[in-house]
């Protein structure tokens, strides 16, 4: 399970698992009261009395015993002890999360990526294990229904992630769509540095990630590879492709560069900035090496996965490995059938919204991919975006927002946008990355930038953060990837319903038919191979179902290719996303006239970041009393 996986400030630092990593995909297919101590209190001094006085004997009282905590107070110390040890990671992922770290009595803490194993995986669960017995010893009952509910998420939190302990050599980080070689690289360009302090921490990192790359994560699929759960050749061969465009870059690395402009910035001397450039270059050359030792170290490994990658091929461990993973993907405690009734029930409302289009302009269908989702830049886009959603959605305190470029040797594996997920105690601040190769050839701009900004990703981020003294701070950092690209996509919807610069029916057969081939269908089939055991065959069969015979026979061998690769990826993306679709269209169809749309946004995002399974039952209560 990623959750065992040491959270690298580089998982954490873009949107839903490196955010639009994520969104690219879907359009490759169709164009514990840690450190709380009982407080004492201390015996009165007795009053000396002179010898002459012949005081009356009295009995001096006890001591009144303090007052126990109130239960609030208990889970709102847990919830900081739990926030302040993900916080002790590293020093960028405490300045990507924090803005004023110290307001909360959190230092700065080792310039280090720790340890990857699976004996410090275990350390990590005993911990959370420590910390789910504080938890349990805090009576629910005293709390409010907002702290009953923070407290149901922490406790299924936890609960996941002692269950998934056992699990930890059938995970991966080197995923060819979201792994730590893809991102770590170009997480060092988003550490802003601000003093000397931040360059010192920057340069131990960069310095230490060799380590880690070389070291740690090849230790770990050397391990796998033992055990027979390193992954197939076909995947093996996408990872070491990025791993090598990265290792061979050599003098033409954005890491130099990217560096020298920050040390510019703050004018320090000749001297100073020379030392640290010349640091600088000594720990990228480092890492492009430990790149290479990686590549290599992986390389001969080729040959080992024990079968196709499939989990049901492990036996009931496998099927129990994809149910905890199916319930972290998909945010949710979720069944593989339900999740797959689920998915199959989402494509026909895709489908059913496709053939309403084309019954409202039966001569769109001709125009499929001809026309640019457009009005200009990216800022014009965003700008529209947002005079659009005025009226369906609350309003959002000031902030600013700035587009950045991803680097050059990146822009083959990244996305066309992804959302910088801001500071939780500070979001005016906002960045939209954009990747300029692949904004090139995206003629749906506008639904991009809806997911990564208005009223996607950063309308979300910046709502929830305004969110903190309700929902507490461990929620907010929590990685629930399933929720909130739940909201983002459902945004491209809002800009396809809505929108009066482009046909409406002609925005949603191109989003009906992207997220039924590119999203929802590779959903299913990765239930299908991981769970049912499907193989090419069935999965051909399957697709026929929906694109015919012809296609199917070209499509079933790269969603079996999408599936073996990463089992939870379109997971993770598809089935929040078809929980919140069907909460909506419950809603609207119970209420009838009398649904708002605005209203049913507020009533979501006020729920803040937890699971699905919490989050329906407020939902209904939401819907009832609307009767």
């Known amino acids: 399970m990623k959750r065992f996986i040491r959270s690298l400030a580089f998982c954490l630092a873009l949107s839903l698992a490196f955010c639009c990593m994520g969104c690219s995909g879907l359009n490759q297919l169709s164009d514990a009261l840690r450190g709380l101590a009982a407080r004492e209190t201390p015996a009165p001094s007795a009053t000396p009395v002179p010898e002459q006085t012949a005081a009356p004997q009295q009995e001096t009282p006890a001591p009144a015993e303090p007052e126990p905590a109130a239960a609030g ?37 080792e310039a280090t990526w720790g340890e990857l194993s699976y004996e410090e995986t275990m350390r990590t669960a005993a911990e959370y294990e420590a910390f789910l017995t504080q938890l349990e010893q805090i009576d629910r009952s005293a709390l409010s229904e ?8 922490i406790a299924q939190e936890l609960y996941a992630f002692l269950a998934s302990a056992e699990y930890y050599y059938y995970d991966e980080v080197l995923s060819p769509y979201n792994g730590l070689h893809t991102n770590l690289p170009f997480n060092f360009v988003l550490y802003d540095l601000d003093n000397e302090q931040d360059v010192e921490n920057y340069l131990a990192l960069l310095e230490d990630a060799a380590r880690y790359m070389a070291e740690d994560v090849l230790r770990f699929e050397q391990e796998k ?49 020379a030392a640290y450039l010349a640091r600088n270059e000594a720990a990228v050359d480092g890492l492009l090496a430990a790149y290479h030792t990686l590549y290599d170290g992986l390389d001969a490994l080729r040959g080992s996965a024990s079968g196709t990658g499939a989990l049901c091929e492990y036996g009931q461990e496998g099927l129990d490995y994809f149910e905890q993973g199916l319930n972290y993907a998909a945010c949710s405690e979720i069944t593989p059938d339900e999740a797959y009734n689920l998915l199959e029930n989402e494509i026909l409302a895709e489908l059913y919204k496709y053939v309403g289009a084309l019954s409202a302009e039966p001569d769109i269908e001709a125009q499929y991919g001809t026309i640019d989702l457009s009005i200009g830049t990216s800022e014009e886009n965003l700008s529209m975006l947002e ?65 990564e900004g208005y009223p996607g990703h950063m309308y979300h981020y910046i709502y929830l953060r305004g969110l903190v003294e309700k929902t507490g701070w461990y929620r907010q950092n929590m990685g629930l990837t399933g929720y909130y690209e739940s909201w983002s996509q459902s945004a491209e919807n809002f800009f396809d319903e809505y929108n009066t610069a482009f046909s409406n029916a002609y925005c949603t057969i191109m989003s009906a038919d992207n997220r039924i081939s590119g999203l929802l269908l590779p959903a ?16 051909t069969e399957y697709v026929a179902a929906y694109f015919g015979e012809e296609a199917a026979a070209e499509l079933a061998p790269l969603y079996l290719e999408i599936a073996l690769d990463d089992a939870f ?23 009838g006239e009398a649904f708002d749309l605005r209203a049913f946004h507020e009533a979501f995002l006020s729920i803040g970041p937890t699971y699905f399974n919490l989050i329906a039952p407020r939902l209904d209560a939401w819907v009832a009393a609307q009767r």
Not at 146 to 153: F, V
Not at 256 to 272: G, I, P
Not at 524 to 539: P, Q
Not at 569 to 591: F, H, M, N, T
Request: charged share 25%; proline share 5%; hydrophobic share 40%.
């Open 73 to 109: 107070e208990l889970l709102a110390a847990l919830d900081l002890a739990l926030f302040k040890r993900d916080m002790e990671s590293d020093p960028l992922t405490l300045k990507l999360t924090l803005k004023n770290p110290d307001a909360l009595g959190i230092g700065m803490p």
């Open 146 to 153: 907002d702290e009953q509910l923070t407290y149901d998420t």
């Open 225 to 273: 590879a033992e055990l027979g759960t390193f992954m197939n050749d076909v995947t093996l061969d996408k990872v070491l492709e990025h791993i090598k465009d990265f290792a061979d870059a050599g003098e033409g690395c954005f890491l130099y560069a990217t560096f020298a402009d920050s040390l510019t910035a703050l004018n320090l001397d000749a001297d100073a900035e």
């Open 387 to 451: 005079e659009l959603m005025a009226g369906y959605y609350p309003e959002l305190p000031a902030h600013t927002v700035r587009f950045i470029d991803v680097p050059e040797e990146l822009e083959d594996q990244f996305s066309p946008a992804a959302y910088l997920v801001p500071p939780i105690d500070d979001a005016s601040e906002n960045t939209i990355i954009i990747n300029l190769k692949t904004m090139e050839e995206d003629t749906r701009l506008l639904d991009t930038i809806a997911h």
């Open 524 to 539: 299913a089939i990765s239930i299908g191979v991981h769970y049912y055991g499907w193989d090419e065959a069935k999965i």
């Open 569 to 591: 990826y379109y997971l993770e993306y598809a089935v929040g996303y078809s929980l919140l679709q069907q909460e909506q269209r419950d809603a609207k169809a119970e209420l």
